[in-house]
T-cell receptor, first 112, second 112 residues
Framework: NAGVTQTPKFRVLKTGQSMTLLCAQD?????MYWYRQDPGMGLRLIHYSVGEGTTAKGEVPDGYNVSRLKKQNFLLGLESAAPSQTSVYFC???????????FGPGTRLTVL | GENVEQHPSTLSVQEGDSAVIKCTYSDSASNYFPWYKQELGKRPQLIIDIRSNVGEKKDQRIAVTLNKTAKHFSLHITETQPEDSAVYFCAAGEGSNYQLIWGAGTKLIIKP
């Protein structure tokens, strides 16, 4: 039981490049989330999904897109990376509302 | 919109002393209040949570109290140990909702 995994662990991009972050969970959770964490700002929700084929915007969605084609996977895309997107990205999954969120190990992204 | 304020941002206590972190929330519909611990370079992990039908919950050295009238809840750690050093996040959510509203975090430093 791997829990929540994220790929890659680290990445350095140049401004304007694109990339996709992959989140996978093997707990059959319905809800999945993408957060970014910046120093002193806690966790900010980018996008989330309440089930396969559904996505919704969170607090800071601009510059990101997501897809949930399979229940176990939640992809976060950056179409044209900007230095302001330098951050640590965490994926999380949850069985249902009002229950524990399980986090992945994080992806450290640097945009030069 | 809904928000959660967390204080203090940094807390330094002597090993063996108690630590208290406080959060206030704005959404009166909130009824689920988890606390997450994030060690340096690691993922956030749930340490304790409380629902609005109880006023206090304990788990060994950790306790959480909730005052729904005042819309605030607190994390209490007794007999602090070096391994308690971490960033602690509070959050608030409504049980049937998908999203948690997160506090900005408290860095807890345990002095030897």
């Amino acid at each position: 039981n791997a829990g929540v995994t994220q790929t890659p662990k680290f990445r350095v991009l140049k401004t304007g490049q694109s990339m996709t972050l992959l989140c996978a969970q093997d707990m059959n959770h319905e809800y999945m989330y993408w957060y970014r964490q910046d120093p002193g700002m806690g966790l900010r929700l980018i996008h989330y999904s309440v089930g396969e084929g559904t996505t919704a915007k969170g607090e800071v969605p601009d510059g990101y897109n997501v897809s949930r084609l399979k229940k176990q996977n939640f992809l976060l895309g950056l179409e044209s990376a900007a230095p302001s997107q330098t951050s640590v990205y965490f994926c999380a999954s949850q069985m249902g509302g009002g229950l524990e969120q399980f986090f992945g190990p994080g992806t450290r992204l640097t945009v030069l | 919109g809904e928000n959660v304020e967390q204080h203090p941002s940094t807390l330094s206590v002597q090993e063996g002393d108690s630590a208290v972190i406080k959060c206030t929330y704005s959404d009166s519909a909130s009824n689920y209040f988890p606390w997450y611990k994030q060690e340096l370079g690691k993922r956030p992990q749930l340490i304790i949570d409380i629902r609005s039908n109880v006023g206090e919950k304990k788990d060994q050295r950790i306790a959480v109290t909730l005052n729904k009238t005042a819309k605030h809840f607190s994390l209490h750690i007794t007999e602090t140990q070096p391994e308690d050093s971490a960033v602690y996040f509070c959050a608030a959510g409504e049980g049937s909702n998908y999203q948690l509203i997160w506090g900005a975090g408290t860095k807890l430093i345990i002095k030897p």
